[in-house]
């Protein structure tokens, strides 16, 4: 609250996590096979991660204790499949999904809510915008009656948040698309507060993401549609003038985004003090409120 003033609004990302993490067996021979659903295609077929050996086109899968089977129906590079399910997989998510939580987290979650902001909503991502969980239903009343403006878009997170850049050519990273929805509202939210001199402050970076994303030809666009804008220094933002984000991964591209935003030294010396003081990083870890590098 000592950041943010009023006429200013607060840009917030309503995905929601699914138990996206679901344990099959082959029907040919029984072997285990771990799926990560990534993206929904249509009622019945999933964009996943496929883990286990072998895992070719038309092999059929079982899930323990269901009549529903699954068939790989295309494959993609490395672990990355195309399923096609006999039924929607809603009940079978709520039966025997899992949270799909990132590798540095070793324990089961004891309540899965706690994996999900207080304003998720709409279901469809497999890791939460870790930024907002920041935030609790007091403080958010707190940031409004100072008079700043909220305002939502819904970026469905996906599996590449995890992924670290393995390329030495940046140019030759390829990003995940996530979809992304910025609503009505939210464009004249940002029109209003700009025309009022007010700053637009995302939470996390798919919030920033998603507005810049529909921001690409250089007019704020309200509309669904896929992302795979990877923000790299040099980058000109064109609705974000601040963010609050937890500190990331070395060679992500999360913190790639953070050093494109904000400025590598300020980036260099927020990292340094943190690591210095011990600040926890990650998704319970702590989080930074950056303003963005004069252009």
Known sequence: VDYIHSGDVLVMNTTR????RLFATKASTGGKVEILLLRQLDDTRWHVLA?????FSGLELHFAGTDVTAT????????ERIINFSQPVNDLLTQLGEMPLPPYIKEELQDRERYQTVYARHPGAVAAPTAGLHFDDALLARIAAQGVRSATVTLNVGAG?????????????RMHTEAYHVPDATVA??????????RVICVGTTSLRALESAARDGTLRAGQA??????????????????????HLPKS?????????AGQDSIRHAYAHAVAERYRFFSYGDAMFLTRKPA
């Not at 790989?72 to 672990?79: F, G, M, N, R």
């Not at 995890?162 to 030759?172: C, F, I, K, S």
């Not at 939210?189 to 007010?198: E, K, L, N, P």
Request: glycine share 8%; net charge negative; no cysteine.
């Open 189 to 198: 939210a940002i029109d209003a507060t700009r025309a009022a001199g007010g």
């Open 17 to 20: 996590v699914i138990p996206a």
């Open 161 to 173: 948040t995890y992924q670290p850049v393995r390329v030495q050519n940046l140019a030759e990273h």
């Open 253 to 261: 591209t999360l913190l790639m985004l953070v050093s494109a935003f």
């Open 72 to 79: 790989v129906i295309e494959e993609l590079e490395a672990s």
């Open 226 to 247: 896929e992302s795979d804008l990877f923000i790299l220094p040099g980058y000109s933002f064109r609705v974000a003038d601040a963010l609050i984000t937890n500190f």
């Open 51 to 55: 883990g286990g050996r072998k895992v």
